[in-house]
Nanobody, 115 residues
Framework: QVQLVESGGGLVQAGGSLRLSCAAS????????MGWYRQPPGNQRGLVATITTGGSTVYAESVKGRFTISRDNAKNMVYLQMNSLKPEDTAVYYC?????????WGQGTQVTVSS
């Protein structure tokens, strides 16, 4: 059974930093794409960033230059370094991992940025 376990969320002041981690396990197939999505209060879930096994990345415009996604293929880990955080970054952040056949989601971790 595939599991994605996030860690690293919390409360931080505006301008601060947090690092999210996600450990993926249980799949016999390669997670071709791993990434992070977020759901602000009262809004829909949306893309934050994704990264392929080869290191190609995609970022939402709102986080470019502030967030950095990385992964460790050997450990099936994906990370999100978040710098210069803003109150509008407040959301539940979800880890996502996709094989050729299926997409998986973590349970989410809360990130709250106070002004």
């Amino acid at each position: 059974q595939v599991q994605l376990v996030e860690s690293g969320g919390g409360l931080v002041q505006a301008g601060g930093s947090l690092r999210l981690s996600c450990a993926a396990s249980g799949s016999p197939f390669t997670f071709n794409i791993m990434g992070w999505y977020r759901q602000p209060p009262g809004n829909q879930r949306g893309l934050v960033a994704t990264i392929t096994t080869g290191g190609s990345t995609v970022y939402a415009e709102s986080v470019k230059g502030r967030f950095t996604i990385s992964r460790d293929n050997a450990k099936n880990m994906v990370y999100l370094q978040m710098n210069s955080l803003k109150p509008e970054d407040t959301a539940v952040y979800y880890c996502n991992a996709a094989t050729t056949f299926k997409m998986y989601w973590g349970q989410g971790t809360q990130v709250t940025v106070s002004s």
